[in-house]
Nanobody
């Protein structure tokens, strides 16, 4: 199984980014998926999740600013991030939600919010 996240970069506060994560080696359409992030010195946290049917959940810290979506035909999930804040700076990963047997972590994609 490979989970490849991409789309990160340097953005100013208030800006937007769209992350993508493509999965290979799994039957993607039958898996709920999530976006996680890990900031320096902090534990990895789940920020958004999307169920098989498309229901979504968000951490309070990103609610109203981030939107998770999925394209089963492309084995890909997305994270549209808006109104970015410096505290959103982290490496972002995708995987199954924590209540499932998560797969090995991919490399993630770095998001840096700074002026």
């Amino acid at each position: 199984v490979q989970l490849q996240a991409s789309g990160g970069g340097l953005v100013q506060p208030g800006g937007s980014l769209r992350l993508s994560c493509t999965a290979s080696g799994i039957i993607f359409s039958i898996h709920p998926m999530g976006w996680y992030r890990q900031a320096p010195g902090k534990q990895r946290e789940l920020v958004a999740a999307i169920a098989i049917g498309g229901n979504t959940n968000y951490a309070d810290s990103v609610k109203g600013r981030f939107t998770i979506s999925r394209d089963n035909a492309k084995n890909t999930i997305f994270l549209q991030m808006g109104s970015l804040k410096p505290e959103d700076t982290a490496v972002y990963y995708c995987n199954l939600p924590p209540s499932y047997n998560i797969y090995p972590w991919g490399q993630g994609t770095q998001v840096t919010v700074s002026s």
